[in-house]
């Protein structure tokens, strides 16, 4: 278990082993932490694992370490990489930082994105997904796979 810290204006605590399940929108997310640090308003997290489940399939993200800012409602993961399990052309990726902003559901990749499926690979300095059908990439390259 972790610690509780009075610091005077807000109760700050350390949790380890933490595992939380909350409804977004149509989809389902399912958050593990090894240890989670609340210094607030932000929680430091470390050795991050998700699954999201919902009508565009099955992703996962994994990170060692990240930060969800309560004020903000943003999450970043630091060196973050996962799986879109979708009926139709499922893809990895990676990125050294990725960004959700929850308000509008909004992923940013400030420091690039590279995506691998069965059919191309993209390869970016930067990019923002809005939603899951919208992505707008800056320097970026793309390969088509075909048969």
């Not at 929108?25 to 694992?49: F, M, T």
């Not at 994105?113 to 059908?133: K, P």
Request: glycine fraction near 8%.
């Amino acid at each position: 278990m972790g610690a509780l810290v009075d610091t005077g204006k807000e109760l700050n605590w350390e949790i380890d082993g933490v595992t939380a399940v909350r409804n977004v929108g149509k989809d389902q997310w399912r958050i593990s932490a090894e240890k989670v640090v609340r210094d607030h308003p932000v929680e430091y997290l470390n050795k991050i694992s998700s699954q999201i489940v919902g009508p565009s399939g099955l992703r996962t993200i994994n990170a060692p370490t990240g930060a969800y800012d309560h004020e903000n409602g943003t999450l970043t993961l630091r060196d973050a990489d996962g799986i879109w399990q979708r009926s139709e052309h499922p893809f990895e990726w990676k990125t050294p930082e990725a960004r959700w902003e929850q308000k509008n559901d909004v992923w940013n990749f400030p420091r690039g994105v590279t995506v691998s499926g069965d059919v191309y690979t993209l390869v970016c300095r930067n990019a923002v997904m809005d939603g899951q059908r919208k992505i707008r990439v800056k320097d970026g390259c793309i390969r088509w796979w075909s048969e």
